[in-house]
């Protein structure tokens, strides 16, 4: 078992930033990778950024050059600096962790105004 719990969201304005963040407890060391998604109203939930053990890192098209996932291992968090902001990404974000199941936070509301 894997427990997630994220932080961070809140309201911006458009060119703005916001730092979201993922502390994972429990078995941890089963993770094979985390990453962050999002669910906007009434769209289907889609990936924005993968890190792996190793900290190799992927991205949504639609994110690159503004959002950087990145890795703490000694504090088991993974972070979501985003950058840039725009409406479009106004969503719930969501933490998931991978092993053989896949584990999610409870999601934390990213808002921004225009």
């Known amino acids: 078992q894997v427990q997630l719990v994220e932080s961070g969201g809140g309201l911006v304005q458009a060119g703005g930033s916001l730092r979201l963040s993922c502390v994972a407890s429990?078995?941890?060391?089963?993770?094979?990778?985390m990453s962050w998604y999002r669910q906007a109203p009434g769209k289907q939930r889609e990936l924005v950024a993968t890190i792996g053990r190793s900290g190799t890192t992927s991205y949504a098209d639609s994110v690159k050059g503004r959002f950087t996932i990145s890795m703490d291992n000694a504090k088991n968090t993974v972070d979501l600096q985003m950058n840039s902001l725009k409406p479009e990404n106004t969503a719930v974000y969501y933490c998931?962790?991978?092993?053989?199941?896949?584990?999610w936070g409870q999601g934390t509301q990213v808002t921004v105004s225009s």
């Open positions: 998931n962790a991978e092993t053989n199941f896949n584990y």
């Open positions: 429990g078995s941890i060391f089963r993770i094979n990778a």
